[in-house]
């Protein structure tokens, strides 16, 4: 029986000191242009529609085989897949709120069984990626998906926590019932309920699990 969700931030947050586009842009050939459009969009000059439009341009006439290919060697903060086992330890459903990409979340997903992932998509036509978006998703949208998979899992989204760094979390931050900023921005730390600087995903353990106690205590005989 599910206890409630924990909603994971991608950029920044498990991929730490950068982002999965920034990474990917170095091998696709457009990086200095990612670079300024997430400048952009974390100076809140730009939206992140505008953002997305600006880096899916550098994706045309690749493959999604490539960009896989590209992502075994994203760096990723340590301790994901431990994190990952206590969350299904404690009833917990670990999923990816992120802005990232919908290649990227799948592919994390695949690789650490995160239940599902938000994110904007890309078009791909005839096996390659076409250099335009298929489908939005901002911030809003991420604070949405999250309360949309509370309700699939028939738990209250004050039951949930989220763990991010940045602009897009703050929404999210606001909805759930406890929020941890990690190596954050100062708006995402302003806006959760804690904040941690830490190189390592398990050390939001003991604040997930004194949260938890305090939410759904152990019932005594």
Same mark, same amino acid.
Not at 166 to 184: E, H, K, M, T
């Given at each position: 029986?599910?206890?409630?969700?924990?909603?994971?931030? !991608?950029?920044?947050? /498990?991929?730490?000191?950068?982002?999965?586009?920034?990474?990917?842009?170095?091998? *696709?050939? =457009?990086?200095?242009? !990612?670079?300024?459009?997430?400048?952009?969009?974390?100076?809140?000059?730009?939206?992140? #529609?505008?953002? $997305?439009?600006?880096?899916?341009?550098?994706?045309?006439?690749?493959?999604?085989?490539?960009?896989?290919?590209?992502?075994?060697?994203?760096?990723?903060?340590?301790?994901? @897949?431990?994190?990952?086992?206590?969350? =299904?330890?404690?009833? *917990?459903?670990?999923?990816?709120?992120?802005? $990232?990409?919908?290649? +990227?979340?799948?592919?994390?997903?695949?690789?650490?069984?995160?239940?599902? #992932?938000?994110?904007?998509?890309?078009? +791909?036509?005839?096996?390659?990626?076409?250099? %335009? +978006? @298929?489908?939005?998703?901002?911030?809003?949208? %991420?604070?949405?998906?999250?309360?949309?998979?509370?309700?699939?899992?028939?738990?209250?989204?004050?039951?949930?926590?989220?763990?991010? &760094?940045?602009?897009? &979390?703050?929404?999210?931050?606001? @909805? !759930?019932?406890?929020?941890?900023?990690?190596?954050?921005?100062? $708006?995402?730390?302003?806006?959760?309920?804690?904040?941690?600087? #830490?190189?390592? /995903?398990?050390?939001?353990?003991?604040?997930? &699990?004194?949260?938890?106690?305090? !939410?759904?205590?152990?019932? =005594?005989?």
């Amino acid at each position: 029986m599910t206890r409630g969700a924990i909603f994971f931030d !991608v950029d920044g947050t /498990l991929v730490p000191h950068t982002s999965s586009g920034r990474h990917l842009a170095g091998f *696709l050939g =457009h990086a200095d242009v !990612v670079q300024r459009a997430e400048d952009g969009y974390g100076a809140g000059t730009l939206t992140s #529609a505008e953002a $997305a439009v600006l880096d899916a341009r550098g994706w045309a006439s690749w493959t999604p085989a490539d960009v896989h290919g590209f992502l075994t060697s994203l760096p990723l903060i340590d301790g994901i @897949a431990e994190t990952l086992r206590w969350c =299904h330890a404690h009833d *917990l459903t670990p999923v990816l709120a992120t802005l $990232a990409w919908d290649i +990227v979340g799948a592919d994390l997903c695949r690789r650490f069984g995160f239940d599902r #992932a938000s994110g904007p998509r890309l078009e +791909v036509i005839d096996g390659r990626f076409s250099g %335009k +978006v @298929a489908e939005q998703f901002d911030e809003g949208g %991420k604070r949405d998906f999250a309360r949309a998979v509370a309700d699939e899992l028939g738990v209250d989204v004050a039951h949930c926590a989220a763990v991010g &760094d940045g602009r897009s &979390d703050v929404p999210l931050f606001g @909805a !759930v019932g406890y929020a941890i900023a990690l190596n954050a921005t100062p $708006a995402a730390r302003a806006a959760a309920h804690t904040s941690i600087d #830490a190189t390592d /995903l398990r050390a939001i353990l003991p604040l997930l &699990d004194a949260w938890l106690r305090a !939410v759904s205590p152990p019932r =005594h005989a």
